[in-house]
């Protein structure tokens, strides 16, 4: 077993399965959970079914498998409203520890749990994580955030960003020129590495987002036809 602790962005992983902390009422509304569903929105649908059919729950744990990683979502709230509670930590955690074999995980990534939206303080967070964690035999990695550490999405976002012309951009994700230009000028910051930097500047909405993400869908469709 080998337990990593890296000050990063989770989303540069390379480990089979990465862990999204989520609420049980079917809202990705802030903070890690919302950019997973961004990037996962056929995993956004399926986890809001699941919550209307009451099937989210502390202490059980849903796992997703995208064709790129696997995603083990990862009750750390009841509601979104509500403060994390080191108690749910502990119950998915030892959800995970009797259960990762099984399930066919090879190697994770967590994020701190419960400390950014769920006010658990950092180093408890850790201390907790450890505890349960350092049982498993399996490659772990924990993230602690550093929002100055770009990802690998918003690089290939730019880059095929800049490839099309204004009236291609137009085309494929139905924003005008003003908002065009909006999101040019942002994109050049180079302050500005990561989706969560994209996703907390000022101007930048969830669905400007959600329309400039089409640019790089829309490139692995037309990848998809050659």
């Known amino acids: 077993m080998s337990l990593e602790i890296i000050k990063g962005n989770l989303f540069t992983s390379k480990c089979q399965t990465i862990v999204n902390t989520i609420n049980c009422v079917g809202v990705m509304g802030a903070g890690i959970a919302l950019e997973f569903r961004l990037r996962y929105p056929e995993m956004y649908e399926r ?3 699941l919550c209307k059919k009451n099937l989210i729950d502390i202490g059980k744990l849903w796992l997703y498998k995208s064709e790129e990683q696997w995603i ?11 403060p994390s509670e080191v108690i749910f930590l502990e119950l998915g955690l030892q959800k995970f520890v009797d259960t990762y074999v099984e399930k066919g995980i090879t190697s994770i990534a967590f994020p701190l749990l419960g400390t950014q939206n769920g006010g658990i303080p950092e180093e408890k967070s850790l201390e907790v994580m450890k505890k349960y964690l350092e049982q498993c035999d399996l490659p772990i990695e924990i993230y602690i955030y550093n929002p100055d550490s770009p990802d690998n999405i918003f690089t290939e976002i730019k880059s095929t960003f800049f490839s099309l012309s204004e009236e291609e951009l137009t085309e494929v994700t139905g924003l ?16 500005i590495c990561s989706l969560s930097r994209f996703l907390s500047t000022k101007g930048i ?4 987002v959600e329309k400039t993400l089409l640019v790089l869908k829309n490139r692995k469709i037309q990848e998809g036809l050659n």
């Open 176 to 191: 005008g020129k003003a908002y065009l230009k909006k999101v040019k000028k942002v994109m050049e910051d180079e302050h």
């Open 205 to 208: 909405g969830v669905t400007t």
């Open 72 to 82: 083990l979502n990862f009750p750390t709230k009841k509601h979104w409203k509500q």
């Open 47 to 49: 986890y809001v079914e």
